[in-house]
């Protein structure tokens, strides 16, 4: 009895310490694929950048080796614990439409991807807009693309949200128009106002000459006269000409005492 107990134990001991032998060496596979596709990944970007390739394309490849070769490291590491690859996989198809499901997202992130690859809609550095994101565009990967804020946060966007809706490109044209507007009092001088306006522009540095800068009254307000002034810029300067335009004309209708009205109610008590 006891010598059928020991063979027992003995085989249990010995599937035990192949079976832990297994995980251990598929998860080192595992874990030597990643490695691998991290390597794979920055020499491909490497080799093709070469080329002169739009840096969009080469980011986008350089991710895509690295999901192949992960997801050669995964089968390798399945194969090592005896599993059937042929199994699992009928395995997997017989589950086909639960998994359609469930991959349905990553799938449609990766034709959007690939849409995006060949239809060029952004490049690497421009600065988009779309729903309430926006940011300049550093790099896009097989399911989703990276944009980095003006106060440096970045945001993932799944690829299937920026070919399924309205993305606007403020890079694309190379230059932006800005829209400024300044409220003066209705005692001010409007055309002086304008004059000095106008001065202000003339002097900037950052506004370009064509077209041509447009000085206009925007509108009538309960308190103020609206001036605006629509200028145009390098998509790379519009932030820079935004706030020094801001401060610049604040100092110039001080000095040439041009009065900014305040919201003010006046209220008349009966007697």
């Known amino acids: 009895?006891?010598?059928?107990?020991?063979?027992?134990?003995?085989?249990?001991?010995?599937?035990?310490?192949?079976?832990?032998?297994?995980?251990?060496?598929?998860?080192?596979?595992?874990?030597?694929?990643?490695?691998?596709?991290?390597?794979?990944?920055?020499?491909?970007?490497?080799?093709?950048?070469?080329?002169?390739?739009?840096?969009?394309?080469?980011?986008?490849?350089?991710?895509?080796?690295?999901?192949?070769?992960?997801?050669?490291?995964?089968?390798?590491?399945?194969?090592?614990?005896?599993?059937?690859?042929?199994?699992?996989?009928?395995?997997?198809?017989?589950a086909g439409l639960t998994a359609s499901f469930a991959l349905q997202g990553s799938l449609s992130n990766l034709v959007s991807g690939i849409q995006i690859i060949f239809t060029k809609p952004f490049r690497t550095g421009d600065y988009l807009s779309f729903g309430e994101y926006e940011g300049t565009v550093k790099r896009i990967e097989i399911l989703y693309t990276v944009l980095s804020t003006l106060d440096n946060k970045e945001?993932?966007?799944?690829?299937?949200?920026?070919?399924?809706?309205?993305?606007?490109?403020?890079?694309?044209?190379?230059t932006r128009r800005l829209d400024l507007s300044y409220g003066i009092s209705y005692t001010a001088d409007v055309e002086k106002a304008k004059a000095v306006l106008q001065e202000v522009v003339s002097k900037e540095p950052l506004v370009l000459k064509e077209p041509a800068p447009l000085i206009v009254v925007g509108e009538w307000k309960e308190s103020s006269i609206t001036l605006a002034a629509k200028v145009w810029c390098h998509h790379k300067d519009y932030w820079n000409l935004y706030f020094t335009m801001q401060e610049a004309v604040k100092l110039a209708f001080d000095r040439e005492g041009i009065t900014i009205p305040f919201p003010q109610l006046d209220v008349h008590l009966d007697k």
């Open 155 to 174: 945001v993932i966007v799944p690829n299937s949200q920026i070919t399924g809706g309205v993305v606007v490109n403020f890079s694309r044209n190379g």
């Open 1 to 94: 009895m006891n010598t059928t107990w020991d063979k027992l134990w003995e085989s249990f001991r010995l599937w035990l310490g192949g079976f832990v032998g297994n995980i251990v060496l598929a998860i080192g596979i595992f874990l030597i694929g990643w490695l691998l596709a991290r390597l794979a990944s920055k020499v491909t970007k490497k080799a093709i950048s070469r080329g002169r390739l739009d840096p969009l394309v080469v980011s986008f490849i350089g991710s895509l080796v690295k999901a192949l070769v992960i997801l050669i490291a995964f089968i390798s590491a399945i194969a090592q614990l005896g599993i059937n690859i042929t199994s699992l996989i009928a395995a997997l198809g017989a």
